[in-house]
């Protein structure tokens, strides 16, 4: 099992451009989530999918958009980038024996010049 | 702001002594709190978990303590070693629609010196 897979790994973008950030999990998990983890913060949520087929809105969802594309795909999109998303992006899925445990991808660095 | 934050942002250690991490919580709805551990350059790791009706619960070299009455939360690492340096963090879970939503404290990191 590869787990929780992130691409790209590093990024940059220009102010105004836009990307996707794909996530792919292999462990039949039905929860996704994606969070931002800026330098000496913890991470906070931006948008999770309790199930395939539902989104819903997190800490911190302005300026991103999701798709849960099916149980194992949840895409992060930025329509327009901001410096102020200069961070890492990890996604991460939860519904093993813990369902509340939640198993993390190796993250997506992200710079926004 | 957060509802879950660290005391100490930087615990420093001899290889060899035991750690104690501390975190505070404000959410007493909260259903399960769950210690990651995070390798530079990694995602979070699932160390250690503990249920709201339990106060100690014990696993390999670590042990998590909760308090219910002040809120607060703690990770004990035995006789820790230099590849336990990393940073922690605590997280407090709530089941929303079937899902748990956690909030994370910002971390500490520690530091295990040979």
């Known amino acids: 099992n590869a787990g929780v897979t992130q691409t790209p790994k590093f990024q940059v973008l220009k102010t105004g451009q836009s990307m996707t950030l794909q996530c792919a999990q292999d462990m039949n998990h039905n929860s996704m989530y994606w969070y931002r983890q800026d330098p000496g913060m913890g991470l906070r949520l931006i948008y999770y999918?309790?199930?395939?087929?539902?989104?819903d809105k997190g800490e911190v969802p302005n300026g991103y958009n999701v798709s849960r594309l099916n149980k194992r795909e949840f895409s992060l999109r930025l329509e327009s980038a901001a410096p102020s998303q200069t961070s890492v992006y990890f996604c991460?899925?939860?519904?093993?024996?813990?369902?509340?445990?939640?198993?993390f991808g190796p993250g997506t660095r992200l710079t926004v010049t | 702001g957060e509802s879950v934050g660290l005391h100490l942002p930087t615990l420093s250690v001899q290889e060899g002594d035991n750690s104690i991490i501390n975190c505070a919580y404000s959410?007493?709805?909260?259903?399960?709190f769950i210690w990651y551990k995070q390798e530079s350059g990694k995602g979070p790791q699932f160390i250690i978990d503990i249920r709201s009706n339990m106060d100690k619960r014990q696993g390999q070299r670590v042990t998590v303590l909760l308090n219910k009455t002040v809120k607060h939360l703690s990770l004990q690492i035995a006789a820790t070693q230099p590849g336990d340096s990393a940073v922690y963090f605590c997280?407090?879970?709530?089941?929303?629609?079937?899902?748990?939503?956690?909030?994370f404290g910002r971390g500490t990191s520690l530091i295990v010196h040979p």
């Open positions: 999918s309790a199930s395939e087929g539902t989104t």
């Open positions: 959410n007493s709805a909260s259903d399960y």
């Open positions: 991460a899925s939860s519904g093993g024996q813990l369902s509340y445990e939640q198993y």
């Open positions: 997280a407090e879970n709530l089941n929303a629609r079937g899902s748990y939503i956690p909030t």
